[in-house]
């Protein structure tokens, strides 16, 4: 008997041990990333991708404090709980739309979750905008002193002194087969030469809004050059374009419109237009869906593509929104109501076509910004 009750109290002494060294555990553990600023990168990437509508959360507060209020809500009106919105997070399934749940099972299902808000000429869910794939790593030179002309460079205009307009390059390496059809890498059309790459249409922006009295400052930083420096992987080249998207918001008071500047993976036939017997890269936006707030975003898109198709009839391939589940989701598109992603052209274009079309997307975007 005397053993059984000691070996009783030996194991709640044992477990109670192991309790206390847990909780030290955690503390010590919250201590040090509170002391040394660390951060979990998982919870960090949790954190920063998860999204819960307002509504939810002020059903949810305002019912555990009062019974009567919840009573009050219709169940027409009730928002989703809090529990479906945790399996959301976790699963990617949502509950009001039934494609979440073959995206990710049936091969190329998935783009179907993109939503379209307003089709361009020719336009469907059979062809809608590609992302670009990441590069291989053996597809451009190592990050050395070649890259020092792109890392962490910028352009500004020189004649308007309020700087109005961001522009940066997520995926600086995309490029145009035919500026490449004499180099080894034409095939998977990536460089690191700012002459033949995005960075190009970028710039080409930028002096055609300086002409309007509209003043920009231009990212040209090689990605790829800094996602090696880092040993990061070119998946999360969204991660490092926000930090400078961040650090140029927190330098330059003046910036208003932040425009990402990508180009598509689709092939020529749908992506360039003739108007006039003269050839143009037919331009997309990308309106991230999984930002609360992508409405504001939303309406600046429809408003510069209904000047285009107004000017450039054709030009356009419309407004496009994308979930987590085809895309990265949210394109830093958070930080400013005045933030989207803009395709120029494919993989097919010539750098001539990418230019007039960067010159119409500047009278475009002038014509918007002039009129707010």
Known sequence: MKRRMFNKQSLSFQLFYRYLCLIAATYIFILFLVVNHSHVEFLDDYFHDVSWPAK???YETFGNEN????????????????????LESATNIKFEDVR????????????????IFVAGKGVNYTNLPEESPPPPPYSLPPAGDNDKKN????????????????IYHTH???SYKPALSNKSNASSAVSDDPSVNIIHAGSVLGQELEKKGIGFLHDTSNKDALLKKRSWDYTEAYRLSRNIVQ????????????????????????????LKNTDYARIGFIIGEANPDYTANLYLAKQVNQWLENHYPGISRGV???SKLEGNGIYNQDLSKNAILVEIG?????????DRSAKALADALGAVIQKQ
Request: glycine share 6%; net charge positive.
């Open 247 to 274: 650090t140029a918001m927190k330098k330059n008071r003046h910036l208003q419109y932040f425009i990402d500047i990508h180009r598509d993976s689709s092939r020529r036939k749908l992506t360039t237009m003739t």
């Open 100 to 115: 979440s749940l073959f995206g990710s099972e049936l091969p190329g299902f998935s783009l179907y979750n993109a939503k």
């Open 320 to 322: 496009i929104g994308k």
């Open 151 to 166: 890392d962490g460079g910028q352009q500004s205009s020189t004649k308007v002194k309020n700087r109005t307009v961001f």
């Open 346 to 354: 494919g993989v097919d274009n010539t750098m001539a076509e990418v």
């Open 67 to 86: 019974v009567v209020f919840k009573q009050s809500v219709s169940k027409e009106e009730q928002p989703m709980n809090v529990y479906h919105l945790l």
């Open 56 to 58: 939810t959360i002020l």
């Open 172 to 174: 600086s390496w995309e």
